[in-house]
């Protein structure tokens, strides 16, 4: 989706910073992520990635065994946005996911329309339901007076990351430095965040990773097919476009939510537990759907003794079939093993705390929960 924008005359002059004591034109291009995973980064005039870091949990998780030092922003980008589809911080089976960008260069005036049109480009190559907002729109980035100083968004950034990283010093201390002085100490406080994160942390992030990657791969899998078949087309965004702009810290929280859930639900079936999530009545709504029938209705319950009632009714050339199945079910190394007598018409799975089924044809189903036992 390429987009125009016109350049003005003020646009186009080069920032001028003098929020930290001297006045001096320092070059620049800086691009900040939230996803809920936060990422920053540095890049040369070039627009290769020379300094990023991981700023909570969630990046950490999904930039394990990651390096972006060196890349083309295009490229970082397009790898970000997939590892977030496959971890499933961008939620496939929703359209509200957010990416808020904020990004500034002094040499390019436009810098932030055209990491923009990167991202959305990337969603909708791959017919993810993903609204991109800018950080300024929801207040992620403001124009502040901080003890009586001006800062632009840029260095408001500036100086909530130094005062992150530089927590034990005075905070007058940020006003004493020069531009590039406090630039550099972000630079190198993301060099140092980095390597922290790589000697420390990064082989147990890595774990997490690779157990939420394994519980979505099927379905990922089969999304990917949807699209290469042109089943399915990314989702008209308005909708969660203007839920997030009104809203957006409570959506915010609904993910962050959506997020401790799924850590939760990963934890639970590593143990072979998923009592809560095995409990009660579901009811399938097609996901991807080439049917040479027409699928009437598939509702499953599950009953705490281990054992499942399902039924389901299909149409094709006028004749309706239905079919009405008590069996039993395990759950083996995170695995749904269901009983069924014969060739079962979809073959289950767990994926992303949802109960899924998919047939041969590629056909799948997610199942919903429409009561409780």
């Known amino acids: 989706m390429k987009r125009l924008f016109v350049m003005t005359l003020g646009t186009i002059l080069l920032i001028l910073l003098s929020a930290c004591g001297n006045d001096e034109i320092v070059e620049y291009q800086y691009v900040s992520l939230v996803m809920n995973p936060k990422i920053d980064m540095f890049l040369d005039q070039e627009g290769s990635i020379t ?25 970082a980008l397009g790898l970000i946005i997939d590892t977030a589809v496959e971890t499933g911080y961008i939620d496939i089976l929703t359209d509200e996911n957010v990416i808020a960008l904020f990004a500034e260069s002094t040499a390019n005036p436009g810098y932030q329309e055209e ?4 991202l959305e480009d990337h969603l909708s190559a791959i017919e993810v339901g993903c609204v991109v907002i800018d950080q300024q729109s929801v207040r992620l980035a403001e124009l502040r007076t901080i003890e009586g100083n ?11 990351l130094y005062s992150d990283f530089n927590s034990t ?3 007058n201390d940020f006003f004493d430095q020069s531009t590039s002085d406090v630039i550099k100490f972000v630079q190198n406080a993301f060099d140092e965040t980095l390597l922290d994160f790589q000697q420390l942390r990064e082989a147990s992030m890595l774990t997490i990773k690779n157990a939420y990657i394994d519980d979505l ?13 042109g089943v399915i087309s990314q989702p008209d965004l308005t909708s969660a476009l203007a839920l997030f702009l009104n809203q957006y810290v409570t959506e915010i929280n609904k993910i ?8 939760t639900y990963i934890q ?32 499953i319950t599950f009953y705490e003794t281990g054992t499942y009632a399902e039924s389901w009714s299909i149409t094709a050339d006028g004749q309706t079939q239905t079919s009405d199945y008590i069996g039993s079910y395990q759950v083996v190394d995170g695995e749904l093993n269901m009983s069924y007598p014969g060739n079962p018409l979809f073959n289950m ?13 590629g056909n799948l189903l997610v199942f919903h929960e429409v009561s409780t036992t």
């Open 256 to 263: 962050n939510q959506r997020n401790q859930d799924r850590a």
């Open 169 to 171: 010093q005075i905070e």
């Open 51 to 75: 300094h990023y870091a991981p700023l909570n949990e969630d990046a950490e998780i999904l930039l394990a065994d990651i390096d972006l030092q060196g890349l083309a922003l295009e490229n």
């Open 349 to 361: 799975f767990i994926s992303k705390g949802k109960i899924c089924g998919y047939d041969q044809d």
């Open 150 to 160: 001006q800062l632009s968004r840029f260095m408001g950034k500036m100086y909530d």
């Open 268 to 299: 639970n079936k590593s143990q072979n537990d998923l009592s809560e999530l095995l409990d009660g009545q579901f009811e399938a709504s097609v996901f991807i759907g080439n049917f040479p029938y027409t699928l009437n209705y598939y509702r």
């Open 217 to 229: 791969a099927l379905l990922i899998d089969y999304f990917r097919q949807g699209v290469a078949a």
């Open 115 to 118: 990491v923009k049109e990167i």
